[in-house]
T-cell receptor
Framework: GAVVSQHPSRVICKSGTSVKIECRSL??????MFWYRQFPKQSLMLMAT?????????EQGVEKDKFLINHASLTLSTLTVTSAHPEDSSFYIC?????????????FGPGTRLTVL | DAKTTQPPSMDCAEGRAANLPCNHS???????VYWYRQIHSQGPQYIIH???NNETNEMASLIITEDRKSSTLILPHATLRDTAVYYC???????????FGTGTLLAVQP
């Protein structure tokens, strides 16, 4: 199957700093990428949807100025958590969808665990 | 909001079949049923999907009722590595985003 990578896999930062997470589709072109957040013992929560070359569409309640998403190419999307605070500590997961496949066929990255001190 | 209802947890003995139910009584005619699973601290993994007919692949079988209001994911010979949270998701038509509900935590016991 298609492979999606995320970098870094784990990051610890100080409160007030910004953190960038990369999501790459390694062997296919991702026309759409998605970013999810997952708190301990909870389900995944969709944060935003991004199409290559377009502005991301954020889900209700997600601050677009805090979670900056860039989808500059068909294989790379980045999520930047700006001025991170301890409540932003979470497991961030990206997924990618190509041109082929059904509407729900998404390939997920392994996730990035963010800890804000 | 998720359009599906699943039991919060299930147990299964290793080597036996695991049957995971899902209710999706409000599914529309052009919406698919997708199953994903998430092993602890990993990204979700696609398992199988279907529209009307039953489907089978190397991982599992999907049985969809004739009225399409419910489905069952079958893992024919569960192993300890199948312990995970299994998500049943309805998507298609006007909905093009995977919205995860609470899923079913399947614990495969030795």
């Amino acid at each position: 199957g298609a492979v999606v990578s995320q970098h870094p896999s784990r990051v610890i930062c100080k409160s007030g700093t910004s953190v960038k997470i990369e999501c790459r589709s390694l062997d296919f072109q991702a026309t759409t990428m998605f970013w999810y957040r997952q708190f301990p013992k909870q389900s995944l929560m969709l944060m935003a949807t991004s199409n290559e070359g377009s502005k991301a569409t954020y889900e209700q309640g997600v601050e677009k100025d805090k979670f900056l998403i860039n989808h500059a190419s068909l294989t790379l999307s980045t999520l930047t958590v700006t001025s991170a605070h301890p409540e932003d500590s979470s497991f961030y997961i990206c997924s990618a969808r190509g041109l082929a496949g059904g509407p729900g066929e998404q390939f997920f990255g392994p996730g990035t665990r963010l800890t804000v001190l | 909001d998720a359009k599906t209802t699943q039991p919060p947890s299930m147990d299964c003995a290793e080597g036996r079949a695991a049957n995971l139910p899902c209710n999706h009584s409000t599914i529309s005619g052009n919406e698919y049923v997708y199953w994903y699973r998430q092993i602890h601290s990993q990204g979700p993994q696609y398992i199988i999907h279907g529209l009307k007919n039953n489907e089978t692949n190397e991982m599992a079988s999907l049985i969809i009722t004739e009225d399409r209001k419910s489905s069952t994911l079958i893992l024919p010979h569960a192993t300890l590595r199948d312990t995970a949270v299994y998500y049943c998701i309805v998507i298609g038509g006007a909905t093009n985003k995977l919205i995860f509900g609470t899923g079913t935590l399947l614990a495969v016991q030795p």
